[in-house]
């Protein structure tokens, strides 16, 4: 049924969350620490899981591409409650601050990758 | 005229995926015929967001984007953050768990160069810009990792409102920045595989514009991306009030 793929979606979802709350009030922070992260890995290894036992059916894989196909609406619509306003008219702090880390940080993702390349092999 | 407003605000979720998909279809026609899909349709769909979210802004003065508008007020859920956060998770389906176990190391130092670069940078533009105080710096600094982190630092180090309001503004134009960005330098960095897209996720951050990114870039790369910066947040929210505080402390005031 389809309703089980979405449950399996939504119990890995709640754990995940559950656990990078916990995570960030046992480290004193207020936030959670990779709760979508965690839920992923829980996605991920249940999938398997259940595919080795045979219980893994098309009809529960669709339950969760619905909602992985959903995905790009639910970013337009994400972009469209952000503050766009605030932001482009904080001043040039919030600008500088906001675009030239950004660079830097880009500029380095080749050589990152690079280096973790070559730490593989 | 009241009874229409008063239908669509109490249908605010359904009447929100009409407009979104109203939106990726207009996306989609332009893609089509004024670039000959060179930009992809849901990049395009993801500007016309943040322009109805600085229209929203600005006829009503709110903080919410076109949510603030009653009749579009189901934006707020469709668009938020359990939505987000759960059709994220769904896209983990299909991942490849040895590129992740591969590149995880790469992900986690990448992670702490994000955080650790992206504050230093941050706090060396408001020192620039004539900040001198300590508690300043080091909020304005961890506004340019997300806009959680910087929030949360301001409360933590007590920062005044209006310094805090300055690093979310930071980290909302760096959001859209990324958003906006991403597919345009894509193909330079080459943004093009699983392994480099976790040490982007780290090095950027910010899971709004890390996802929406990516989604605009290829959408097979979303679930890698955001598997590293999903921890960015809670990494700079551990690391930024605590030892770059200090660090900052040091020098300043």
């Known amino acids: ?121 | 005229m009241e009874y229409i407003t008063t239908l669509l605000s109490k249908n605010g979720l359904i009447f929100a995926f009409l407009i979104t998909g109203i939106i990726i279809f207009i996306a989609d026609y332009l893609s089509k015929k004024l670039t000959n899909h060179k930009i992809p349709g849901s990049a395009i769909a993801i500007f016309l967001g943040l322009v109805i979210a600085y229209f929203g802004g600005i006829i009503t003065g709110g903080n919410k984007g076109i949510a603030d508008i009653k009749e579009f007020s189901g934006f707020e859920v469709m668009g938020g953050a359990m939505f987000r956060d759960f059709t994220i998770v769904s896209t983990a389906m299909g991942v490849s768990f040895s590129v992740v176990k591969k590149t995880g190391f790469a992900g986690i130092v990448s992670l702490f160069i994000g955080v650790v670069l992206t504050f230093l940078c941050g706090a060396i533009i408001a020192i620039s810009l004539g900040y001198t105080d300590a508690k300043s710096i080091t909020t304005i600094g961890a506004g340019a990792c997300t806009f959680v982190v910087g929030p949360v630092t301001g409360a933590a180090v007590g920062a005044s409102s209006d310094v805090i309001a300055i690093s979310i503004a930071t980290g909302l134009v760096k959001s859209i920045l990324v958003t906006i960005g991403t597919p345009l330098i894509a193909q330079k960095i080459s943004l093009n595989n699983p392994s480099t897209a976790m040490i982007y996720g780290g090095l950027i951050g910010t899971t709004s514009g890390v996802a929406a990114g990516l989604a605009a870039t290829d959408p097979k790369l979303v679930p890698y991306g955001a598997m590293t910066a999903t921890f960015y947040t809670g990494l700079g929210c551990l690391l930024c009030p605590s030892i770059l505080y200090m660090l900052i402390g040091l020098f300043f005031a």
């Open chain 1, 1 to 121: 049924m389809l309703i089980k793929g979405v449950a399996l979606l939504a119990g890995c979802y709640i754990l995940g969350q559950l656990l990078g709350e916990t995570l960030g009030k046992l480290l004193h922070v207020d936030a959670n620490v990779g709760g979508v992260g965690f839920a992923m890995i829980l996605l991920i290894f249940s999938q398997n899981w259940l595919e080795k036992q045979g219980k893994f059916n098309p009809e529960m894989e669709s339950g969760i591409m619905y909602w992985s196909k959903m995905y790009i609406p639910v970013i337009v619509a994400m972009s469209a409650v952000q503050n766009v306003r605030i932001a482009l008219s904080s001043g040039v702090i919030a600008l500088l601050a906001g675009v030239i880390p950004v660079v830097i940080c880009i500029s380095l993702i080749p050589l990152v990758s690079k280096l973790a390349k070559n730490n593989l092999q």
